[in-house]
């Protein structure tokens, strides 16, 4: 409909407005049209009566009816010399139903008797006094009836209400056209071209071009242009992040029958008498299931699922000392120092295999950021126990995360840690950790070295609550 339109309803409120601003003006207008009526008749008695004084009344009775009549009143009365005359008289046909004084009349006093006078539709006799012209006497003072003048009134009224309806039709015409021209059509422009863009997202073509020449609506189509232009970015990398994740659910699939071989053949070197083989073999069958576990966790994250954590209670020490070993064993000779300070009672509830693999994550991260500094440096992991839960600390002595990976952090292949890594692991530990209805955040970063804290909270109900 045409009304619900902007250009409609600009259309009726330009109309409605300039009504308004006529109104405003018609009322002033009429009292102004009036006051010059009514001075206009006092001058003309004036002069009827100064014809009657430069006669000597020698005027028969005839002739003062017919000056009455061209004057437009019964009475004249002038005042000179502090003496009040009656000039000219005739029979006055009804009482005197009120006095107009002309010459101190304020304009709020001359609008408001001009809008009685339209509105009172029977004729009255009314007092008229004003300042005779050109100073001949002190005042002049008439009677009239009220006929003609709301006549003349109203017949002007009407005048200027057509003139004012004309003026509001081809006022808003111009601004419509204006308005269709300037604002609407860019505004249809631009849906056109949302609507065009979100049947193709993906395409790069379908991106609004600005071209407005209206500095707000040019605002308006470069902010849609940075938009779509961040969000066929995105799409395109999430098609390619779900062409990953394929990837890497067909490759975790193969690489878990591989090693499941592999742990067979791990099995078997647990028999053997040679003191290093029997250190290293229990390592390497742990290590060999936790990547076959691995496997099988991310191929649920291929199907956009992460397992819930099976809560237990376990001794948090024995934990972090074959997550050490395991780092230990895969530095050999380098530089790189570990330290431990676990209380030995410390039990915590958690998933354990998803708990390592958070440890095993940070601590890793930790380990390559040192050895990539060139220098030795060392891995502190601390725990402390509240009313509220449990903190694992991870804090080392390396050069601190670049500031991609300070901007990106918990982001999956926006930034990693160390050149050429893909985020992954951070962003792998903080899911779990939310799935234990805790948080990982990072305490501090530096040159002094970096720190990240794990939180899991003792409220059975927030744990359970996140990981149904």
């Not at 009407?158 to 003026?167: D, E, G, P, T, Y």
């Not at 918990?410 to 050149?419: E, I, P, S, V």
Request: hydrophobic fraction near 45%; include cysteine; proline fraction near 5%.
């Amino acid at each position: 409909m045409f009304l619900n339109s902007l250009s409609g309803r600009f259309l009726l409120l330009t109309v409605a407005f300039v009504m308004l601003a006529e109104v405003l003006i018609f009322v002033p207008s009429v009292a102004r049209f009036r006051e010059d009526f009514l001075l206009s008749h006092l001058e003309r008695a004036q002069i009827a009566s100064l014809a009657v004084l430069a006669s000597d009344d020698m005027l028969d009775e005839e002739l003062e009816a017919e000056l009455l009549e061209n004057a437009g009143v019964l009475n004249v009365v002038l005042r000179r010399n502090e003496i009040r005359q009656l000039v000219l008289s005739s029979p006055i046909p009804a009482p005197i139903q009120a006095t107009y004084d002309l010459r101190n009349a304020s304009a709020l006093e001359l609008i408001r008797d001009a809008i009685a006078c339209i509105l009172e539709p029977e004729p009255q006799v009314v007092r008229v006094i004003g300042d005779p012209v050109q100073q001949a006497g002190l005042l002049i003072e008439v009677t009239m009836m009220t006929g003609e003048l709301r006549s003349a009134m109203v017949d002007y009224g009407l005048r200027i209400l057509l003139l004012s309806a004309v003026i509001s039709a081809v006022t808003a015409l111009l601004l419509f056209l204006s308005v269709r021209s300037l604002i609407v059509a860019p505004i249809r422009h631009l849906v056109d071209v949302m609507q065009s863009y979100a049947t193709a997202p993906e395409d790069a073509r379908r991106i609004i071009a600005p071209g407005a020449g209206v500095r707000e609506l040019r605002e308006a189509e470069e902010a849609m242009q940075s938009m779509q232009t961040q969000l066929t970015g995105a799409l395109r990398q999430k098609e390619r992040l779900a062409q990953l994740g394929a990837a890497v659910a067909k490759i975790s699939h193969d690489l878990r029958n591989i090693l499941t071989s592999a742990q067979l053949f791990a099995d078997r070197m647990e028999s053997s008498e040679d003191p290093a083989v029997q250190r290293a073999a229990p390592k390497l069958v742990n290590s060999i299931s936790r990547a076959v576990s691995l496997c099988e966790s991310t191929l649920a994250f291929g199907k956009a699922e992460e397992p819930a954590p099976r809560l237990q209670h376990i001794q948090l020490a024995p934990l972090v000392f074959d997550v050490v070993e395991s780092e230990r064993l895969a530095v050999g000779n380098e530089d790189v120092s570990y330290g431990e300070d676990i209380p030995a009672g410390m039990y915590l509830r958690a998933d354990p295999e998803q708990l390592y693999r958070v440890l095993s994550n940070l601590i890793r991260n930790a380990r390559q950021a040192i050895l990539a500094s060139g220098k030795g440096g060392e891995i502190c992991i601390s725990a402390d126990e509240t009313d509220e839960g449990w903190t694992i600390k991870v804090e080392d002595t390396g050069p601190g995360l670049p500031p991609k990976a300070r901007e990106y952090l918990f982001q999956a292949f926006q930034g990693g840690t160390r050149k050429g890594g893909t985020g992954l692991g951070l962003a792998i530990s903080a899911d779990l950790v939310r799935g234990h209805g805790g948080r990982l955040d990072m305490l501090h970063t530096g040159p002094e070295g970096t720190a990240f804290a794990i939180f899991l909270p003792k409220a059975v109900a927030m744990v359970a609550d996140v990981a149904e």
